[in-house]
């Protein structure tokens, strides 16, 4: 595929014409000139141009696309970006799951509407409506497990096709997603104590930009990931999905062609199995490839570890996904780190590795609560004997059962009746 959304000259053309759109410019003087621009750039080129376009400093908004769609629409008897549905119709894809999840999304958005409009009418809440508009916002709050898989499991492919640019302003407007729904949720947790017309204005920024992400993905990031992505890019995802969670629980697993991912998978145990068969020398001793993807495994830590460059290599794999305090899966491997973190914690990351590869820092450590774990991490950067700068180590630990230790000391083993 040709890199068009990259054409300055393409760009300008298309940003020109939603710009005549606005300013209600005929169909027809549209059809002459993108026609001659446009004819032979496929459907998801103008779709990465139009996002880049809607997402940059172009004055484009979103109104701008949607006539866009509608003009091309009568112009042509055919959606520019329908087609994709077609593409991927089977019962469990995630592609489906996620359709199926924005059409739940828009009910709950509804009833909450209906909630809101009848408080509106009434001027008052019974106990009743109340706890169905608190019980509807936590229903809501299933979107963080599609945003999860999105930005974990598809935007480590998309960038792997070279699609950097996206991801991040995706993943930026899931951030701001995320915060307002946070605001929002906390002022309808305090009616009646607060006068609604605050909540409703909170609530009503929150559904505009929630309805925005909705259009964004089903306009733009799924017709074009279903134009790139392969059989094996659908089936790691599908496989991957469950350690974040659905919004909506599927009604079935996709199968297709799983029989051929697990003959893939036994190649590959087998490759590994063969390799284990080598010693590998370390400073302080021997081990094969098995004994030491094993020792990492059984420690009580989540490893993961960035390379010099600045690439996720790799993470022990002790727990399943779904298990882990900080969830890691194989899609991640190979992806920069500063794409791994949300586009509002960039600056602070970029900092982090600067301050440990420069050694400003030896180190950076965290800790907070999360459920039952009292979660500790370690960031540190890793030098060999000469000095080099090889990467960042970060572990991750549950320390509560340290803080829950008696006070007096154990140094005898345990006796077990036999």
Known sequence: MANAQFNTKLVNILKDILLRLRHDDSPETIQKDFDQNFKHISDVEILLIIQELKSGDHGISSQDVVTFFNVFTQIYGRSINDWYINEINEPGHPVQIFLEENKVFRKILDQINNLVKSFEEDKQFSEEMLEQLKEQMVLLGQFYNHYNRKEKLFFPIFERYGHYTPSRIMWGDDDRIRTLYKGTKQMMEKVPNIDFKYVKKSYDLFESKFREVLFEEESFLLPIVVSLFNEDDWLAIAKESDAFGFAVEPEGKWMQNLASLEEKTDLNNEKKAAASQNHLAFKGGFLTVKEADNIFNNLPLEITFVDKNGF??????????????????????????????????????????????????????????????????????????DGEYLGILEYVQDIQPFLDLPREVKKELSKLEH
């Open 312 to 385: 996720f290599k790799y993470f022990n794999d002790r727990v399943k996904s779904s298990e882990m305090m900080f969830v890691r899966t194989p899609s991640s491997i190979g992806r920069n780190v500063a794409n791994c973190h949300p586009p509002k914690s960039f600056k602070k990351v970029m900092s982090l590795i600067h301050d440990l590869k420069s050694r400003r820092r030896a180190s950076e450590t965290m800790w907070f609560k999360k459920k039952d774990k009292y979660v500790h991490i370690t960031y540190k950067g890793v030098f060999d004997e």
